[in-house]
C-alpha cells in the first residue's frame, strides 16, 4: 500500500511546454513538500504546505506553481518549461512540525527531461 | 546561514564501521535527521537527534555534539546494500521543510 504516490514517474517534454506531477499521500498527515534533485544530487527544498496553506516558497520562479486541492494533494504545474528545469521532483509528506517534521516520507520521484 | 558539509564519497569493505560526519552552521538549529538514498529511488529517513549523543537503531546509529555543530552517522557490518548516498538534513528555519547536505556517495566493496 502505497504511502506517497507521484504520477507520472517520467516526463519528456520539449521546451516552452506545460506540465503537471500528482502526488498524494494516504498517511494522514498535515504538511507536504515539494524538493527538486538535481544532475548531481543535491536536494533543494521548493514548496511546503501545511494544511493545504503555502507555508514555504523557496525563491522558485513563478513558472512553478504547487497547488493543493486537500491536505492529501499536493500537484505541481510547470509553464514554459526549460532545460533548467531537467531534474528529479520529488514529493514528500510528514506529520506536523517539530520532531515528527523530520521524519519524512519521498515518493518515487518525476524524472523531468526537458529537450 | 544554515548550510550543512559532509564529505562526497566513502569506501569500505564489506563487514567494516564506516562514518559519515556532518558539519552544519548554527543558525536555527533544531535537530539533525539522515536519510538514505539509493541509486533510483527515493531518500528514506534513517533517524534524527534533536539532542546530544547517540541514537542507535541496528546497525545504523547517529550522533550529535551541539557545541561542536557536529554529528555523524555511523554504519556497521556493512554490507554491500548500503552502498548508496547519504544526506544530512536539518530544519529549515521556517520550521516545516528540510535543508540537505549534498550527500555522501558510500561505495562498499566485496
Known amino acids: 500500500d502505497t504511502a506517497v504516490s507521484q504520477t507520472p514517474k517520467y516526463l519528456v517534454t520539449q521546451m516552452g511546454n506545460d506540465k503537471s506531477i500528482k502526488c498524494e499521500q494516504n498517511?494522514?498527515?498535515?504538511?507536504m513538500y515539494w524538493y527538486k534533485q538535481d544532475s548531481k544530487k543535491f536536494l533543494k527544498i521548493m514548496f511546503s504546505?501545511?494544511?493545504?496553506?503555502?507555508?514555504i516558497n523557496e525563491t522558485v520562479p513563478n513558472r512553478f506553481s504547487p497547488k493543493s486541492p486537500d491536505k492529501a494533494h499536493l500537484n505541481l504545474h510547470i509553464n514554459s518549461l526549460e532545460l533548467g528545469d531537467s531534474a528529479v521532483y520529488f514529493c514528500a509528506s510528514s506529520a506536523r512540525a517539530g520532531r515528527v517534521l523530520n521524519e519524512q516520507y519521498f515518493g518515487p520521484g518525476t524524472r523531468l527531461t526537458v529537450t | 546561514g544554515q548550510s550543512l558539509e559532509q564529505p562526497s564519497e566513502v569506501t569500505a569493505v564489506e563487514g567494516a564501521i564506516v562514518q559519515i560526519n556532518c558539519t552544519y552552521q548554527t543558525s536555527g538549529f533544531y535537530g539533525l535527521s539522515w536519510y538514505q538514498q539509493h541509486d533510483g529511488g527515493a531518500p528514506t529517513f534513517l533517524s534524527y537527534n534533536a539532542l546530544d549523543g547517540l541514537e542507535e537503531t541496528g546497525r545504523f546509529s547517529s550522533f550529535l555534539s551541539r557545541s561542536d555543530s557536529y554529528g555523524y552517522l555511523l554504519l556497521q557490518e556493512l554490507q554491500m546494500k548500503d552502498s548508496a548516498s547519504y544526506f544530512c538534513?536539518?530544519?529549515?528555519?521556517?520550521?516545516?521543510?528540510?535543508?540537505f547536505g549534498k550527500g555522501t556517495t558510500l561505495s562498499v566493496s566485496s
Open positions: 498517511l494522514g498527515h498535515d504538511t
Open positions: 504546505y501545511n494544511n493545504k496553506e503555502l507555508i
Open positions: 538534513a536539518r530544519g529549515h528555519q521556517a520550521g516545516t521543510a528540510l535543508i
